[in-house]
Nanobody, 114 residues
Framework: QVQLVESGGGLVQPGGSLRLSCAAS????????MSWHRQAPGKERELVAT????????NSLDAVKGRFTISRNNAENTVYLQMNSLKPEDTAVYYC???????WGQGTQVTVSS
């Protein structure tokens, strides 16, 4: 079955960096567009960035442009989210998802605080 396992979250100070990973299995990863989403407390889940199977990327949130970068390694069935210059408003649970597949992982908590 489809599995998505996010990791790499944690507590970081404002201005710091984190790299999130999402290990995928149970589908043809190299053909799938993948996305990162986030959900802050009391807010709806929002799309952060998307990457196609061939590596074309789209950052969907103006708030993260120039700071977050999505990438993937098809040999390892893994998608990444490099997050730099983190701000307190980036605090959220981050999830990855395969486009067109209605499965979510457990998410990974990112907390940006001094």
């Amino acid at each position: 079955q489809v599995q998505l396992v996010e990791s790499g979250g944690g507590l970081v100070q404002p201005g710091g960096s984190l790299r999130l990973s999402c290990a995928a299995s149970g589908f043809s990863f190299k053909y799938a567009s993948m996305s990162w989403h986030r959900q802050a407390p009391g807010k709806e889940r929002e799309l952060v960035a998307t990457i196609t199977g061939t590596g074309n990327t789209l950052n969907s949130l103006d708030a993260v442009k120039g700071r977050f970068t999505i990438s993937r390694n098809n040999a390892e069935n893994t998608v990444y989210l490099q997050m730099n210059s983190l701000k307190p408003e980036d605090t959220a649970v981050y999830y990855c998802k395969a486009i067109g597949i209605s499965v979510w992982g457990q998410g990974t908590q990112v907390t940006v605080s001094s």
